[in-house]
């Protein structure tokens, strides 16, 4: 395969991940084609799971060349946050006649999923991206990619660094970090952000813009029905919402805004409490449960086991960073503590 059919089929698949709604099978084809190219020019692909390692951080798991990898096959994940990226660049771009839009790319991988692909749509005057990993072999990797799809002109730096201590020396007017799995557990997303947002512009833009998780009393009948019948007329479907346990965005990084208290209503068809995460990447581009396995629902508490009165919820970081919860169980009178974590 030359150079210029390896570009023109990224240039195809990004457009058709832009424009393709929601046809997945369009979506499926778009990310097999990005994987041929990009797992050919780099020599890494998922197979290699077994032989590279994730790298053990203070503030979580870095995860391993081939397993960042994988992320590309991740569909919907990658269509939606190319598709949030692209605008996020285009409304840049609108309040920036003459200059480019400056990109700080924050874990990588060996393919740069989530830019690479776009680069072609514009020309280097108008995007310019500096790349961070903490990996050396996915930028090794990346680099050699970069090179075959004649990209070079797009890149600046680039840091082999950790991004949760990372100290920026200029102004980007985009960030994007996706450093993170369902419940934020175990990856440093959180600690990606509460170290580099006060660090940007206030007009700067963080991608994702806004990760949240939510509560709510499930019935389990109901939930495996409802992905059975899926194409289906749609069975009766109902949950309760307890509320949301917390939200990280610009605004909210503090570890000790990050808690939650509910009361749990007496709902015995409703016995099972899951956390759903949502990630808003940019404007109106959102994944939401079982979009991706950053956002798939977490069973956290069956009630049928131990009625519960409250549960308290708390985001703890470091090596292993997780959501604890303190349940507060029936009967009152007797009341007894049980520490879970996810
Ligand atoms: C989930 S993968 C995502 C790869 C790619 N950006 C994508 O979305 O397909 C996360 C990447 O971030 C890197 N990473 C994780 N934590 C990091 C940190 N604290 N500093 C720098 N890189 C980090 C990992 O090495 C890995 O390459």
């Known amino acids: 395969m030359d150079q210029t059919s390896d570009i023109s089929i990224v240039r195809n698949a990004v457009r058709n991940l832009l424009d393709c709604a929601d046809d997945f099978l369009i979506m499926k084809q778009s990310v097999d084609a990005l994987y041929n190219v990009f797992s050919r020019i780099t020599g890494v692909s998922p197979a290699q799971i077994s032989v590279d390692k994730d790298i053990m951080l203070p503030s979580g798991k870095a995860i391993s060349p081939s397993a960042a990898a994988h992320c590309l096959l991740e569909m919907k994940r990658t269509a939606v946050f190319l598709r949030g990226i692209h605008q996020a660049v285009l409304q840049k771009l609108n309040n920036r006649a003459d200059k480019p839009v400056h990109i700080l790319y924050a874990g990588t991988g060996p393919y740069g999923t989530l830019v690479i692909p776009l680069l072609h749509l514009f020309t280097p005057d108008r995007i310019q991206v500096d790349l961070l990993d903490i990996n050396p072999f996915s930028l090794e990797a990346l ?200």
């Open 143 to 342: 680099q050699k990619l970069i090179a075959e799809l004649q990209l070079n002109d797009y890149i600046g730096y680039v840091f082999c660094e950790d991004a949760t201590t990372f100290k920026l020396s200029c102004h980007y007017n985009i960030v994007i970090s996706e450093t993170m799995l369902a419940c934020l557990k175990n990856e440093p997303q959180v600690a990606v952000m509460q170290n580099i947002i006060p660090q940007l512009h206030p007009e700067a833009i963080f991608i994702p813009e806004e990760i949240s998780i939510d509560a709510a009393l499930t019935n389990p009948k109901m939930e495996q029905d409802r992905l059975l019948y899926y194409e289906d007329e749609p069975p009766p479907f109902q949950r309760i919402a307890l509320g949301n346990v917390f939200t990280v965005n610009k605004q909210n990084l503090d570890i000790a805004r990050m808690q939650k208290t509910f009361e749990i209503p007496d709902e015995k068809d409703f016995p099972v409490l899951k956390l759903f995460t949502t990630v808003k990447v940019f404007g109106d581009e959102l994944l939401s449960e079982n979009d991706s396995s950053i956002t798939l629902p977490v069973n956290f508490y069956d009630l049928r086991k131990q009625p519960a009165q409250h549960i308290a919820f708390w985001y703890v970081q470091g090596e292993k960073p997780h959501i604890e919860s303190r349940v507060i169980c029936k009967p009152a009178l007797y009341q007894t503590e049980i520490m879970n974590s996810l």
